[in-house]
């Protein structure tokens, strides 16, 4: 039985693979998978061989990776092949994840594989790049002058979108905003703060000084309407960002230019991405039609079309070419699918999955109502696991229904208060977390920033002498004083509702 069930699970990653080819080499060995969360389980980790070229069967090779979670139930069904989106993500470290117990439940229904598509994770090549980019800070973002450099940017989705989607998408979180009291109160017309923010910029960009806290360069970032755009526009791809928008909506209206400095000086310099995600993109391209459609709709819309930054502009310059109008003819198909959307996903709306549903005559269609991209769409109600695993056992399902995602809680406006740099000072130093890690606090300029581990940098704000927020996020933390007012430790918290987690200041 274990050897039918490996050459039926080898079958479908070879055939999601591409087509038949000679010789596909198959190794497999026993491993501890060990979650970011939890206990370790046994599991089973394996490559397969295929050709880099499915036209070219005995030509190049390339090797895909991927963790098998065996059955748990007493009579399995066929496997289940989780294939992780981005594109560019490891379905192998997204099973590490939050996602983990999903699974672990899943496994009662049938082997659980987790893959790792070409390009990602630990299968191999990596099409990872050494190069670094950066963006001038002189003049405010534009699409001309930093088409050939943003070609490192993360890309923003599978295709090119529509900026009617984004607003869309901002429209529903601020009626949402003005249904929070809390939030209302300072910020009445999230739509109104957006377009005047966007007309002050369009005719009179911004300068702020900021400090790298990495190398200590200090460097005149000036800021245009297309930065406020694009940070705005990534600040809504997720739950946290969105929960974080009114406050930073508000406090961008009010004047406080360092917090739109922050969210998009980090765009114009860093290092560029695999380009397995870049080359998806620039492959699956969009008609002529379509992004006529993209620049009619810009003008019209807060956010314009900064979402799609960097592409198309990118694609000349990597050299993957549009596959062309026939690769993105509708898929026809008449096997059962379960499509799931959030009615807060600014990066695949639900309006998408029901375009899609017209050409899956057995598709099922389950809308989360309040759920951003990512997690969310699996995480933010058990019966969402549970009509996945209702799914696969073939129970019955609506053609489309709708269920609630736990409620969001914005970040209601906040004010940071002016600490003089020497109180700031105190604080930089190095915090040793309960349960492993070390987060460092470093001062760059006037501002202090968090380094967990090897991480990226985050920038804290003050609301007080010692409360201090995420710029960008839900997340805040307060230092503790001791006796003689000496800096002892921190306490941080993702939101009101998490743990704490507590450091001791060790440096």
Known sequence: MRSLKWKTAAALIFALAGRA???????????????SEGAPVDAEFGELSVPANHSRPDGPRITLAFVRFPATGRHPGAPIVYLAGGPGVSGIEAARGPRFPMFQAL????????????????????????????????RPLDRVSGAAALAGIEPLDHTEKLPSDLQALLVEVARRVREDAAVRAALPDLEDAVRRIDDRLEHEPVRVALTDPRNARSAEVVLGKLDFQFALSEMIADERGIAAVPDFVARVA??????????????RIGHVPSLMSIAMDCASGADDAWRA??????????????????????????????????????????????????????????????????????????????????????????AIVESI????????????????????RFVAPRHVADVAPERLSRYVGEYKIEGGGVRRVVRAGPLLFTIRDSGSPLAIRPASETE??????????????????????MVMFQNDRAAAEKAKKVK
């Not at 790792?116 to 990596?126: A, E, F, H, N, W």
């Not at 807060?344 to 309040?370: C, F, H, Q, W, Y």
């Open 389 to 408: 695993r209702g799914f696969f056992a073939g129970e019955e399902q609506p053609r489309e229904r709708t269920i609630p995602a736990e409620p969001l």
């Open 254 to 267: 009010r004047g406080d230019w360092t917090a739109l400095a922050l969210a998009a000086a980090p765009w």
């Open 293 to 382: 459609r993209i620049r009619e709709e810009a003008p019209r819309t807060l956010l314009g079309d900064a979402i799609n930054l960097p592409f198309p502009e990118v694609c000349p310059a990597v050299g993957v070419r549009d596959l062309g109008p026939a690769y993105r003819l509708p898929v026809k198909s008449d096997v059962p699918a379960l499509l799931i959307a959030g009615t807060l996903d600014g990066r695949t709306p639900v309006s998408n999955a029901r375009e899609v549903m017209k050409n899956l005559p057995n598709a099922r269609l389950l809308v989360i109502d309040g759920a951003a991209h990512s997690d969310p769409l699996f995480l933010s109600n058990p």
């Open 468 to 489: 201090f927020f995420y710029e960008g996020q839900s997340a805040h933390l307060r230092f503790e004083i001791g006796d003689g007012g000496k800096v002892t430790g």
């Open 21 to 35: 080819a000679a010789s596909p080499t198959l190794t497999i060995r026993p491993e501890k998978f060990r979650p």
């Open 107 to 138: 496994r009662e229904l049938g082997d659980v594989v987790a893959l790792d598509q070409r390009g990602t994770g630990k299968s191999r090549p990596k099409l990872s790049c050494s190069e670094s980019y950066q963006i001038p800070f002189d």
